[in-house]
């Protein structure tokens, strides 16, 4: 058993326990009472924080003097130096922050003149830096391996030429035998040429692992593309999405804004527009684009896409380059939209031999034909430049022919116009057939409208047998016979006029023009009625008995003292004799 300690030992070791005991307890009470204290203490203004951010770097700069003062040595007053003036450059802005955030003002440049030359290339430089940055974090890896493979050639030739000053130095100490001199200089170099090489072997090794392991971890073009655009579209294609739309809402809620405004404008009134109506439609326009490229920069200013807004100011800034060298080409359109140009709204244009009138100058400007189907025109208004117009007339044809008329073409084709577009003409010919012209081919074949009344022509000759009548009797006699062969197939209210005129005395027969005229409802018997004259001029030679003469040729003696007269004779020959030949009509 222990021996037992005296009792005032006893007591004072007690007394101690319990005053340590009472110490910690007073520690936890004050800590928990600071932290409830702390917990329910409001916290501190902006301000108050970065008063007390001013007194610690105050006092900071107190020390830095103290110890600048105190410095010893150029090295020490340097450090000291450099120090010194950090924490005066630390307190200068947290004294410029607690002033502008309690004026509310921006205080850097109060009270004096920025001053400082523009660079533009610094400033184009910080504008695309955010573009420079995104192509060359999306070409590290081939960039990265492209340096290792680079450095890898680099270290291989250095191993390789210290393999070589190895190989040449063994061969001069296989060389200098026994000079104990040489050999060891000779020794001290290959030491030192060998450690070259085992550190650039190792360096080869070391290349060659990293240079392997990038190309296992190299991904093929389409999972590269795809991670980048995945990529893209996560981070920026929102932005890009929300540009594009923003830019084409703000162009089509403009343009429908200047429609509305349009209908108060008092320049805008119905009828012809006057110069300061299509003077404002033009700035309008160019105000459209203006805003809706203002829209979409305005957007990726919001969204902080640095990287997106650079490359839409460069691409605007490009445009911009590019339209230097169309400004005439503007010029000349600009005067088309004002109406002062070769085309001018209201009058008549000629395109590909197919007359339109200017319906309205835009930018997309209208042209119309009422004489065709679908007879409405959009073109560029570029597209006007080389063109000229004119007023034109009412009573001018927009088209030649109109749809359900029968024509006849220079080429022949007869037949009737089923449709007519500014591409073709469609006609139906007798029989069924079709057949299709475009419609400058179609204007250009002359066609004759049948449709609105036409003339059939016949000439018909007899013999000279009759020439005592010829002039009176023969022409009525005809008309009648011609005019009883039409009523046949036409009314008589379809005939305009009949006329048969003795035309001339041809070489072997009396020869009469016979003229019909007739009304376009009978346009499809053209070729019929140009029968029936024909027909009409025998019938009345067999009625009245009179001989139709024919071309012969007669062979008789030389010595003959009288020519023969021929009874008839055909177009282009003479009559007479000869010492062989002569040529003859004779009766059919």
């Known amino acids: 058993m222990p021996p037992r300690l005296p009792r005032p030992i006893q007591t004072r070791r007690a007394a101690g326990w319990i005053g340590l005991l009472a110490l910690l307890a007073g520690l936890v009470v ?16 902006p301000l108050a924080a970065l008063l007390d951010s001013i007194e610690v770097a105050r006092g900071e700069l107190e020390k830095a003097r103290a110890e600048w003062g ?42 004096q003149r920025q001053a400082g030359q523009f660079d533009l290339a610094q400033e184009a430089q910080e504008l695309l830096q955010p573009l420079v940055e995104e192509l060359k974090q999306a070409t590290e890896r081939p960039r990265a391996i492209e340096a290792l493979r680079g450095e890898l050639e680099h270290w291989e030739r250095q191993r390789d030429t210290a393999a070589a000053a190895l190989a040449n130095l063994d061969k001069a100490m296989l060389e200098a035998g026994s000079d104990v001199d040489l050999l060891g200089e000779l020794r001290g170099v290959r030491t030192r040429w060998a450690e070259h090489a085992r550190n650039a072997e190792n360096r080869v090794n070391t290349l060659r692992f990293q240079l392997d392991e990038s190309l ?17 579209f996560r981070s920026r294609g929102k932005n890009l999405l929300v540009t594009v739309l923003a830019f084409f809402a703000a162009l089509l809620g403009l343009r429908w804004l200047g429609q509305k405004l349009r209908r108060f404008s008092p320049w805008h009134r ?24 203002l829209a979409s920069l305005l957007v990726l200013y919001a969204t902080g896409d640095w990287l997106l ?18 400004l005439p080409r503007f010029y000349e359109q600009a005067r088309l939209l004002l109406n002062l140009g070769e085309v001018r709204e209201g009058e008549r244009v000629v395109i590909d031999g197919v007359p339109w009138r200017v319906r ?11 004489a065709l189907d679908g007879g409405t025109l959009r073109l560029p208004v570029r597209s006007l430049a080389e063109l000229r117009s004119r007023p034109f007339d009412d009573k001018e044809p927009w088209f030649p022919s109109r749809e359900g008329e029968w024509v006849l073409l220079a080429d022949g084709t007869r037949g009737k116009v089923v449709q007519q577009t500014p591409e073709q003409v469609h006609l139906v010919l007798l029989g069924g057939s079709r057949k299709f012209y475009t419609a400058p081919d179609y204007i250009a074949a002359a066609p004759t409208v049948l449709s609105r009344g036409f003339r059939v022509r016949s000439v018909f000759g007899i013999d000279y047998a009759h020439q005592a009548i010829a002039t009176t009797e023969v022409p009525e006699l005809i008309a009648g016979a011609v005019t009883r062969e039409l009523l046949n197939f036409v009314e008589r209210d379809q005939i305009g006029r009949i006329k048969v005129e003795f035309r001339a005395a041809g070489a072997s027969s009396l020869d009469y023009e016979i003229v019909a005229d007739m009304k376009g409802e009978v346009a499809d018997k053209f070729e019929v009625i140009s029968r029936a004259l024909q027909k009409a001029s025998v019938d009345a030679c067999n009625e ?18 009288a020519a023969a007269v021929p009874e008839c004779a055909g177009a282009g020959a003479g009559a007479g004799g000869g010492d062989e030949t002569s040529s003859g009509g004779g009766a059919a």
């Open 30 to 45: 004050t800590a928990r009472a600071q932290e409830v204290e702390a917990a329910a203490a409001p916290p501190k203004s």
């Open 70 to 111: 105190a410095a010893e040595g150029t090295a020490a007053k340097a450090e000291a130096e450099s120090e010194l003036a950090a924490a005066q450059a630390r307190l200068a802005e947290l004294e410029a922050d607690f002033q502008s955030i309690a004026t509310g003002v921006d205080v850097g440049g109060f009270g």
């Open 216 to 232: 296992a971890q190299k991904k093929s073009i389409i999972d590269t593309a795809t991670s980048g655009f995945a990529k893209f």
């Open 270 to 293: 119905p009828g012809k527009r006057s110069f300061y109506s299509r003077l404002v439609e033009v700035c309008y326009g160019a105000f459209t684009f203006v805003g809706a490229a």
């Open 309 to 326: 807004m650079g490359l839409s100011i460069v691409f605007l800034f490009g445009l911009v380059l590019a339209a230097r060298g169309a």
């Open 360 to 370: 309205r100058l835009a930018m997309f400007t209208t042209l119309e034909n009422p």
């Open 544 to 561: 009245h008995g009179w001989t139709i003469p024919f071309t012969q040729v007669t062979v008789h003696p030389a010595a003959a003292a």
